[in-house]
């Protein structure tokens, strides 16, 4: 008989509440499953088994009282910038390895008021700045595929934990990928939603007109139920969309003959591996084995400047966003001299490498002689992107793109080489700086590992991903399929 | 090189990031490797295209001035490095 970590958040929603085991049950194994292979996989920073058993007797009581919801029960994996009250959150960073927050961010709101149970806080790369989970403070996480390689990042804790079973279903936060290169990575399904759509109030922030917290799951049904679940408008995020939300799940299992799907030229360029090139020149075929309309006559010819625009952007809202730890109010505090010995002292101390990096180039991108020239010149660009996919979606329903360029690389082959590490977002930034829904889904493996198929929506259209990628995947007939850790 | 080592000597100090002489001297060559390949940047022509700050077309979102709880006191002070009579210590700014 399969163990109760190895089900969809669905499956044990359906067993739960038809009692064929109880939530503190699939909690435990959940938990066994943590010990059994967590010295191999390290997804999470901060394990919560006490609190989780708590959660999981409050979720078997509600399943009693017939109050439960679909989220009910169904063990977690948080990523550590999602601030939970009482609950170390770390960012992934020295900086912050002592705080403890004193209040709890929307989404863990969210998903606690629905009762799902939190296992701990999933391991990431430091601040969300980075694409293999190896620029954490806290050790590399394993992809559990193989473990000599990355999962991904900067979500690698919360993929790497559905994908080896280690949870059920996690929340992420992509800014320029961070879901979706991951979630592609370890074979699992990672939604970034549109901007706006979830709250960041108490997401610690990264590049604030591009974070976005979204779900990973084992299928694209977790995927749906998820994002309805976090995804309701919260005035204390002054950017979270008024705009009502539709129900995700009412798009799952309808047709999708005669959707007019477009496929970019710009993103078949050299240096994709050529199993991706197959698994998605498959995935094609299938889509149009259901009745897609698929085109691959489109061009978006400023795709090719997406990388540039994000990595000044993103950069230069870092270094704006990470001025706040100054050893003052909070967090890492060397106290040996002056104020600004001290504050030099801890910002040296608290951050890594790569956040070193990505402050300088924003700080440099922002400065007297260069705002012009790189901050103002790549918002205009940005503005280019976003009439190029705005034009597009006139005429297609959803565009699909491999979402990475090769599948999980060895632990160690991009570090010293920052420049080759962003390359790996090369799929996924296009649509992150549109502020662009887009889905990871998995598409078949290459060389023995998964390869991720990337479904990019009109703004706020989730609906239509989800709709497409629940149907590819049924006819794939591939989901839930756990790395044989 | 598009970035000199004086000029990350300077964004360093300005970002107050204690760089020792290796860490300046590793971040001018990766700065500049980073920075080459932004340069088709300048070539894309953007006359008259308004930039864009914010993806969503949402402006001054406005709330109503109304008393409602906010975080206490000692829960704010809780993760500060130093505290006195409800109070956060900082060291003098002034010398």
């Keep these: 008989m399969s163990e109760l970590w190895e089900l969809t958040a669905h499956e044990a929603q359906d067993g739960l509440r038809a009692r064929a085991f109880s939530a503190v049950e699939l909690t435990e194994s959940v938990l066994a499953r943590v010990d059994a292979v967590e010295d191999r996989v390290n997804a999470y920073v901060t394990r919560t088994d006490e609190l989780a058993l708590e959660q999981a007797r409050e979720a078997d009581a509600r399943f009693a009282a017939g109050t439960a919801t679909p989220l009910t029960g169904i063990p977690f994996a948080v990523k550590d910038l999602i601030v939970t009250k009482g609950v170390r959150t770390t960012a992934g960073s020295r900086m912050l390895g002592d705080f403890i927050p004193p209040y709890d961010s929307h989404v863990y709101e969210q998903i606690k008021r629905a009762g799902a149970v939190m296992v701990g806080k999933a391991n990431m790369d430091e601040f969300a700045m980075g694409s293999s989970t190896e620029h954490s403070a806290y050790g590399p996480t394993r992809n559990p595929w193989d473990t000599a390689r990355v999962p991904g990042g900067s979500s690698g804790g919360s993929a790497a934990a559905v994908a080896a079973g280690e949870c059920l279903a996690a929340l992420g936060s992509d800014t320029g990928g961070s879901i979706r290169q991951p979630a592609a990575l370890c074979g699992v399904v990672g939604l970034d939603p549109t901007y706006g759509r979830v709250s960041r109030f108490g997401i610690i922030a990264f590049g604030s007109s591009l974070d976005q917290v979204g779900p990973i799951g084992r299928d694209v049904e977790d995927v749906a139920t998820i994002l309805d679940g976090i995804g309701s408008h919260d005035p204390r995020d002054s950017t979270s969309d008024p705009a009502p939300r539709p129900d995700m799940r009412h798009y799952l299992g309808r047709e999708i003959a005669g959707k007019k799907i477009g496929v970019p030229r710009e993103y078949f360029i050299e240096g994709m591996e050529p199993g991706v090139r197959d698994r998605?020149?498959?995935s094609l075929a299938r889509l149009k084995s259901l009745g897609c309309e698929v085109d691959t006559d489109l061009s978006l010819p400023m795709t090719e400047h997406a990388l540039a625009?994000?990595?000044?952007?993103?950069?230069?809202?870092?270094?704006?966003?990470?001025?706040?730890y100054d050893g003052v109010k909070y967090g890492l505090s060397e106290r040996g001299g002056s104020m600004w010995e001290n504050m030099e002292q801890t910002r040296e101390?608290?951050?890594?490498?790569?956040?070193?990096?990505?402050i300088m180039l924003g700080v440099y991108a922002l400065s007297a002689g260069y705002y012009d020239q790189f901050y103002l010149k790549a918002q205009k660009v940005r503005t280019l992107i976003t009439n190029e996919f705005r034009e597009a979606f006139t005429r297609y329903d959803a565009l699909v793109t491999p979402t990475t360029p090769g599948v999980a690389f060895p632990v160690g082959e991009k570090l010293d080489d920052p420049y080759a590490m962003y390359l790996n977002d090369i799929y996924t930034l296009p649509s992150a700086v549109a502020g662009l829904p887009a889905l990871s889904l998995p598409c078949g493996l290459s060389e023995g590992l998964p390869v991720g198929l990337q479904i990019i929506g009109d703004v706020g259209?989730?609906?239509?991903?989800?709709?497409?990628?629940h149907a590819?995947?049924?006819?794939?007939?591939?989901?839930?399929?756990l790395a044989a850790l | 090189m598009p970035i000199s080592r004086e000029q990350v000597l300077h964004i360093g100090r300005l970002a107050r990031l204690g760089l020792s002489d290796a860490e300046i001297d590793r971040l001018t060559v990766q700065l500049s490797d980073i920075l080459d390949h932004f340069d088709a940047l300048a070539a894309?022509?953007?006359e008259g295209v308004e930039p864009t700050a914010h993806p969503l077309p949402l402006h001054n979102v406005m709330r109503s001035d109304s008393v409602a709880p906010s975080l206490k006191r000692d829960d704010a002070l809780s993760n500060a490095p130093e505290v006195e009579d409800g109070l956060i210590r900082v060291r003098a700014v002034l010398e």
């Design chain 1, 472 to 481: 590819f995947e049924g006819a794939l007939g591939q989901a839930n399929r």
């Design chain 1, 309 to 324: 625009v994000y990595y000044l952007i993103a950069p230069s809202e870092a270094s704006s966003n990470l001025a706040r």
């Design chain 1, 349 to 358: 101390q608290g951050f890594g490498d790569e956040v070193k990096r990505r």
């Design chain 1, 461 to 469: 259209d989730e609906g239509t991903i989800l709709q497409i990628g």
């Design chain 1, 280 to 282: 998605i020149d498959e």
């Design chain 2, 44 to 46: 894309v022509d953007t």
